[in-house]
């Protein structure tokens, strides 16, 4: 609740850290099950459980991005209340179980906290992702976690839109945290990456900490990259790929795209500009999980969201 632009929220007592939610991206796989095999000190936080969690153990064992579907995508109102049986696909029995386990995903007794931890093959550096622009409560956190690491930058993806967000394996719990770091390769742990995921989630969880002890967070803007629109390959006909990402835009997440800018090249050395009508900053460039998705990359505008002060109850 809110009065008079302060926030109030319980205290957040119950966080977990998801790993493994992709089964090949393993700087959350290897940092989850460092946790959950050895101490859990370094993750745990004066009066609050942080519960480490591998979330699709059988695709981590085969090191692929999932088994039958993609868990991140599955977590939608129609397979949380489907019929629970083994002849639903692998992914959508972890959903069920998760969202049991963590939730129920909308209401009361769901956990506080869920981190996802992410890599990406794009060049995106450490990226927080925001689900909501009216939670204040993450939004502190992910201003907090900013400032921690500054000089070092920490873009701030927000993906609200209905016809662009999907069902993940985060948003069974209050407040959602996606935590994406690259470039890395499928199936590799790069030890930089590594820990710049593991300097994240310590500064998310101080903030926890602090906000749990009755520090009140003053109000503050956080600057956003909003996704726009999702960015397919030029294709043919017959749906085959005929062009790649312009070696100038390749690497280039975060930075401004303007009409007339390279942003395809066809296999004879042809260049498709970019045709739009203003800048735009893409993200998640040449991401290799997303051919599949027929996506090479995500549009996205800046804009500058304001946060509440926030307190405990």
């Not at 089964?23 to 004066?46: C, P």
């Amino acid at each position: 609740m809110s009065s008079n632009n302060v926030a109030s929220f319980n205290e957040a007592r119950r966080v977990a850290i998801f790993g493994g939610t992709h089964g090949n991206e393993m700087s959350g796989v290897t940092l989850v099950n460092l946790w959950m095999m050895n101490s859990r000190e370094e993750i745990q936080r004066k009066g609050v459980d942080t519960k480490p969690f591998i979330t699709n153990p059988k695709a981590v064992e085969k090191c692929s991005r999932y088994v039958d579907t993609d868990l991140n995508r599955a977590f939608t109102t129609a397979n949380l209340s489907a019929p629970s049986g083994k002849d639903l696909p692998y992914e959508v029995q972890r959903a069920q179980e998760i969202n049991r386990l963590f939730g129920p995903k909308g209401s009361s007794e769901a956990y506080d906290v869920i981190f996802d931890l992410h890599n990406t093959t794009s060049n995106m550096g450490c990226t927080l992702i925001l689900e909501s622009s009216k939670d204040h409560f993450n939004l502190q956190m992910m201003n907090y976690i900013k400032k921690a690491i500054a000089p070092d930058s920490c873009p701030v993806l927000l993906n609200e839109d209905p016809g662009l967000k999907y069902a993940t394996a985060r948003s069974v719990a209050k407040h959602s945290v996606g935590l994406e770091v690259g470039p890395q390769p499928q199936g590799v742990l790069r030890s930089n990456i590594f820990e710049a995921m593991r300097i994240i989630l310590k500064h998310a969880l101080d903030f926890i900490e602090l906000f749990n002890e009755g520090v009140e967070f003053p109000p503050c803007t956080v600057d956003v990259f909003k996704v726009s629109e999702r960015m397919d390959y030029p294709r043919d006909a017959n749906g085959n790929i005929i062009a790649m990402v312009h070696p100038n835009l390749q690497d280039c997440d975060w930075e401004p795209l303007t009409p007339g800018d390279p942003m395809f090249q066809t296999f004879d050395g042809k260049t498709i500009p970019y045709e739009g009508e203003s800048a735009v900053y893409p993200t998640f460039i040449n991401e290799a999980a997303y051919y599949e998705k027929q996506q090479a990359f995500v549009t996205t505008r800046r804009e500058t969201l304001a946060a509440n002060a926030i307190r405990k109850v």
